[in-house]
């Protein structure tokens, strides 16, 4: 490295240190302080429920509640691994809705959270191919009830989306994960007509709000880092993908977005040990984010930590 290469770096990690301590001043940086949950700004089984209200009865109403309440129950017990008390309180409320005399349309509700909690268990199971497909039944599911009761699942699809690219990295195959959460952001951002992941029902879909797309955009751009954060050097095929979504964004990304482009050419500069570059990105990327994308932040300040010491 020549010594105005080093002088250029130099620049420019002391403006990268300038912004991030305006960014703690303000806050901006936490994931604490944006008011968006794990499941976005509304949770998505209340928001069904909500606007089933003036087609289903007050009982339907309040079973689907009692089951939604026991079925996060059961999530519960299964992320502290335990498995029996999970699995039980979880056939239990397929039990209840099995035996109600459900509407098609509170059936439709109950189902798809069923499918994505039974995908739940298989992924806990190892059986990663029964993951999969339980996920996408959730979002064939999904698909129904906005195509036949005008539901807003669009959010929900995308999230579904993005936990069968998470089966994909605990299998191991995390260059297909990552291919999937890329083509994610792409049809999220650029092309929303196609959906991208080859399976589950495709037909017409609701639009999304910018805050909506922003929050869902933080959650698939930070599962990326998840793996560019690890895999350093990434594989050619990774590197490959994210490159080919860099020359997408540029030609049509729209400005409110920019952020996500700049975010993407930091990391892949930096798995092409290009420091300055890197740093040039990041620096653009601060400049932009605006406290509206907290996970997708807190990954590259984990690759500026052992960048920059």
Same mark, same amino acid.
């Given at each position: 490295m020549n010594e105005n290469e080093k002088n250029k770096i130099e620049q420019l990690t002391q403006k990268v240190?300038?912004?991030?301590?305006a960014d703690f001043k303000t806050g901006e940086q936490s994931e604490n302080n944006s008011s968006q949950k794990e499941n976005g700004p509304n949770d998505y089984s209340s928001v069904h429920i909500v606007h089933?209200?003036?087609?289903?009865?007050? @009982? @339907?109403?309040?079973?689907? @509640?009692?089951? *939604?309440?026991?079925? $996060?129950?059961?999530?519960? @017990?299964?992320?502290?691994?335990?498995?029996?008390?999970?699995?039980?309180?979880? +056939?239990e409320t397929r039990e209840m809705v099995a $035996?109600? /005399?459900?509407?098609? $349309?509170?059936?439709?509700?109950? *189902?798809?959270?069923?499918? /994505? *909690?039974? %995908?739940?268990?298989?992924?806990?199971?190892?059986?990663?191919s029964k993951a999969v497909d339980a996920m996408f039944?959730?979002?064939?599911?999904?698909?129904e009830l906005h195509e036949d009761y005008g539901h807003r699942v669009e959010q929900r699809r995308i999230h579904l989306g993005r936990n069968i690219a998470k089966v994909f990295y605990l299998e191991g195959k995390k260059e297909e994960s990552f291919?999937?959460?890329?083509?994610?952001?792409?049809?999220?951002?650029?092309? /929303?007509?196609?959906?991208p992941l080859g399976k589950g029902k495709t037909g017409q879909v609701d639009v999304i709000d910018q805050e909506m797309k922003?929050?869902?955009?933080?959650?698939?751009?930070?599962?990326? %880092? +998840?793996?560019?954060?690890? +895999?350093?050097?990434a594989s050619s095929a990774i590197l490959d993908n994210l490159k080919n979504i860099i020359e997408e964004l540029e030609k049509s990304i729209l400005p409110e977005y920019g952020v996500i482009l700049s975010w993407c050419k930091s990391f892949f500069e930096i798995h092409n040990d290009n420091q300055s570059q890197f740093l040039e990105n990041v620096i653009l990327f601060l400049?932009?984010?605006? %406290?509206?994308?907290?996970?997708?932040?807190?990954?590259?300040?984990?690759?500026?930590?052992? /960048?920059?010491?």
């Open positions: 240190f300038e912004l991030l301590e089933t209200a003036k087609n289903i009865s007050l @009982e @339907e109403i309040i079973l689907l @509640e009692k089951a *939604a309440l026991q079925r $996060e129950e059961a999530l519960t @017990e299964l992320r502290k691994n335990e498995f029996e008390e999970g699995r039980k309180k979880l +056939e $035996e109600a /005399s459900l509407c098609r $349309e509170a059936f439709l509700i109950a *189902a798809t959270y069923q499918a /994505s *909690a039974d %995908g739940f268990v298989f992924l806990k199971n190892r059986d990663y039944k959730a979002i064939d599911t999904n698909q291919k999937i959460a890329l083509d994610l952001v792409k049809y999220t951002v650029v092309d /929303s007509v196609k959906w922003l929050f869902v955009l933080d959650q698939l751009v930070s599962q990326l %880092g +998840e793996i560019l954060v690890i +895999e350093i050097p400049k932009s984010h605006k %406290g509206t994308l907290p996970k997708t932040y807190n990954r590259l300040l984990q690759v500026l930590k052992t /960048s920059l010491t």
